[in-house]
């Protein structure tokens, strides 16, 4: 059973940085995309960066050379580095896993499996 936990979330000033994290287990190696996502209140989940098994990364334009994605394969556990944040970060984090054998995208409908979030507030 796939279990996603994020961590790292909390408050900081804009300009400040967050290291969110998310620890996966529960399955076996298979070609797939790992994911953030991000919801803020009354806004339309979108998501935020992904990489995958070879490494490859992409990012939504708003986070680009913001905002790095990595994954640590010894520790099964993916990090979303955010510095330089602004107040429009503010939002709840996810983490995901996609299907397998599935091309990585930021579409969500891609992603099978998601954690529980964790809030990210970036004030001014």
């Known amino acids: 059973q796939v279990r996603l936990v994020e961590s790292g979330g909390g408050s900081v000033q804009a300009g400040g940085s967050l290291r969110l994290s998310c620890a996966a287990s529960g399955y076996t190696y298979s070609s797939y995309c790992m994911g953030w996502f991000r919801q803020a209140p009354g806004k339309e989940r979108e998501g935020v960066a992904h990489i995958d098994n070879g490494g490859n990364t992409n990012y939504i334009d708003s986070v680009k050379g913001r905002f790095t994605i990595s994954q640590d394969n010894a520790k099964n556990t993916l990090y979303l580095q955010m510095n330089s944040l602004k107040p429009e970060d503010t939002a709840i984090y996810y983490c995901?896993?996609?299907?397998?054998?599935?091309?990585?995208?930021?579409?969500?409908?891609?992603?099978?499996?998601w954690g529980q979030g964790t809030q990210v507030t970036v004030s001014s």
């Open positions: 995901a896993k996609s299907m397998p054998w599935v091309r990585c995208s930021l579409k969500d409908w891609t992603y099978k499996y």
